[in-house]
């Protein structure tokens, strides 16, 4: 590991009775100075019309071996107090600092939910990475609650790579086929 540095700013700025705008920049550099990673974005939650959640996120990053600028545009709609939907949408485009390689990234994730008991998702995913043999990943997930066991089964195929959740990333290998995963809760 590396001896590095860094900072971060954000700030967060309410918008009347009905979002929140968070603005946030931060670096990291090794002990010589060095950049290593940098990072800006601006995210935009909007609650109008009330049964509504809207949230636009535009991003840079930038490491040794890459540039993206991401989009991520949400919309989610309440459709009574157990009962949702959500349409998600993420785009990325990556160029490779070494090569010059450039290509993009999107993901499109429709979600219907029951809370608390479970979430059915349609989740697709395509490239123009020049390099990827496949184009085109399609899946269906379903999310379900009994009692303390949390059970996630999905079908279809999953893009290999970095994959990252609540601010923890894994490494995952590309996938076809039928997972299921079970959790309990002590």
């Not at 990673?37 to 019309?49: A, D, H, K, N, T």
């Not at 949702?84 to 490779?96: A, P, R, T």
């Not at 999905?154 to 997972?179: N, S």
Request: negative net charge; proline residues 2%.
């Amino acid at each position: 590991m590396q001896n590095e540095k860094g900072w971060l700013f954000e700030t967060n700025i309410p918008l009347k009775d009905f979002g929140m705008a968070t603005l946030n920049y931060n670096r990291t550099n090794n002990q010589v100075g060095e950049k290593l990673f940098e990072e800006s974005y601006g995210q935009f939650e909007f609650f109008y019309p009330a049964d509504w959640d809207w949230v636009f996120v535009t991003g840079h990053e930038q490491d040794r071996e890459a540039r993206y600028m991401n989009f991520v545009f949400s919309a989610g709609y309440n459709i009574d107090f157990v009962n949702s939907l959500k349409f998600i949408y993420e785009h990325q485009h990556v160029k490779i600092s070494l090569t010059d390689r450039q290509f993009y990234s999107q993901i499109y994730h429709l979600e219907y939910s029951r809370s608390p008991y479970f979430t059915l998702s349609l989740i697709a995913e395509k490239t123009t990475e020049q390099y990827s043999e496949r184009k085109l990943w399609t899946g269906i997930q379903g999310d379900i609650v009994f009692g303390r066991y949390d059970i996630s089964i999905f079908g279809g195929t999953r893009r290999g790579g970095k994959m990252c959740a609540g601010g923890v990333c894994v490494y995952k290998p590309e996938f076809e086929g039928l997972e299921a995963i079970i959790q309990i809760r002590l």
